[in-house]
């Protein structure tokens, strides 16, 4: 029920606050209309008698779910318990608040200090049962709205992505056409760098020493120049988080990804607060389909580089570590006979220079006597004799082949280096 009555003159002599708010950037942009008529609402509190009349449009482009710091609204609740204000104008009441929490917080200050809602359907006072009965079933009936938008844009999207049809944003190295679809990206430099990472990862098998020959070679790596839109990019010298986002995104193996990420909703002030791009472990993803698009790799090498990337970070038992430089031959690839664990290097002499193998984990870290220590010199120098013997009938086709993969590498820099004066 609306209140009809004349609101007293107590309630006059304070100010009438008329809160604007639109829900996305989006229409704060196109909805230009909406936004005027709320800004008129001045005028509607003023046909009502009051005189002092402030705006609050902080929250333009901020959503009511409750998700979302409003700091406008925090202003609008503060004047309200200081008792500043006579009446909270909106252009409709059910749009103060998208959720239960924050509507009837605000419906119970306004009763407390007997301030007025205004909206165009008329005037409510939410010391009135009726009035803040109907109150509360516009703003339960707006909370409900919302969930079921929301349910049946999730419900949609997703039916569109099982069958590989939603336009989900692409890495570099693939764009979307109009008409043709999804496809490679027809920048020939893009392509070229892309796959020169997986190249380099094949034959080094290390994340870091890709960095590092590519830096060597001066080749550089797109990095969007239009807020992440992906839109236009520039070129600036290759990065690690480059060279594993590239190794690490099962899209440029052609597979199509729906929901390998999720969100999380955490209760930080009293208020809900949500985290995105989480991700999950492979096989909990909402949709996979395996050779939806043209790939840059198989789905076998992707599997492997997932692999050799876990064995590198974490140096399983079993695993290949990657050297980290140094004198040491054996450096990341020894284990200990004992326990399994890798066997550390560490220098000594003056200069620090004779390498030193050592398994000396379980002193460290639960105070246990040291497995090994061995001198690097003579493991090194036996483990050079038996690779030299091995070789030595293939010394030759050995050689020939490290001369190819050189003049690869050359051929491979030169091509990324005519694509760059290009």
Not at 229 to 249: E, G
Not at 270 to 276: K, T
């Amino acid at each position: 029920m609306m209140s009809a009555e004349l609101i007293p003159a107590v309630v006059l002599q304070r100010k009438a606050v008329v809160y604007v708010r639109q829900s996305t950037q989006s229409q704060v942009m196109t909805n230009l209309e909406g936004q005027r008529r709320q800004y008129d609402l001045v005028d509607v509190a003023r046909q009502r008698g009051f005189v002092d009349v402030e705006i609050i449009d902080d929250d333009l482009g901020r959503s009511a779910s409750g998700t979302v710091a409003r700091p406008g609204f925090d202003r609008l609740v503060a004047w309200l318990c200081a008792g500043k204000v006579g009446a909270v104008v909106c252009f409709d009441a059910s749009r103060l608040a998208r959720n239960g929490r924050d509507g009837h917080h605000l419906l119970e200050l306004c009763g407390l200090v007997e301030a007025r809602v205004i909206d165009l359907e008329g005037i409510y006072n939410p010391c009135r049962p009726n009035d803040r009965l109907l109150l509360g079933m516009k703003g339960s009936i707006s909370e409900f709205e919302l969930g079921v938008l929301r349910s049946r844009m999730v419900d949609a999207a997703r039916s569109k992505a099982g069958r590989g049809e939603l336009r989900l944003s692409v890495p570099f190295g693939y764009i979307w056409h109009r008409e043709a679809g999804l496809g490679l990206d027809p920048d020939l430099r893009l392509q070229e760098v892309i796959r020169l990472v997986f190249a380099r990862f094949r034959e080094l098998g290390s994340a870091r020493q890709v960095l590092l020959s590519m830096k060597a070679d001066q080749i550089h790596f797109p990095r969007p120049s239009d807020e992440g839109r992906m839109t236009s990019f520039d070129w600036m010298p290759i990065r690690y988080r480059n060279v594993i986002a590239v190794l690490k995104n099962p899209f440029y193996a052609g597979v199509y990804l729906y929901g390998k990420s999720e969100k999380r909703t955490s209760i930080v002030e009293g208020r809900a607060r949500r985290s995105y791009g989480h991700g999950k472990p492979i096989g909990t993803w909402d949709v996979m389909i395996k050779d939806h698009h043209e790939g840059y790799i198989g789905w076998a090498d992707y599997e492997r580089n997932q692999t050799q990337l876990s064995l590198n970070n974490y140096g399983r038992a079993g695993g290949v570590k990657t050297g980290r430089g140094g004198r040491a031959l054996l450096s990341g690839i020894m284990s200990c006979g004992r326990c399994g664990r890798r066997l550390s290097v560490a220098y000594t002499g003056n200069p620090q220079s004779r390498p030193v193998y050592r398994c000396d984990k379980p002193n460290l870290m639960m105070g246990l006597p040291r497995c090994m220590t061995s001198g690097g010199p003579r493991v090194d120098a036996a483990m050079t004799r038996e690779l030299l013997r091995a070789v030595e009938p293939m010394a030759i086709e050995a050689a020939f082949e490290a001369e190819r993969m050189h003049r690869n590498q050359q051929d491979d820099q030169r091509r990324m280096l005519d694509m760059d004066i290009r």
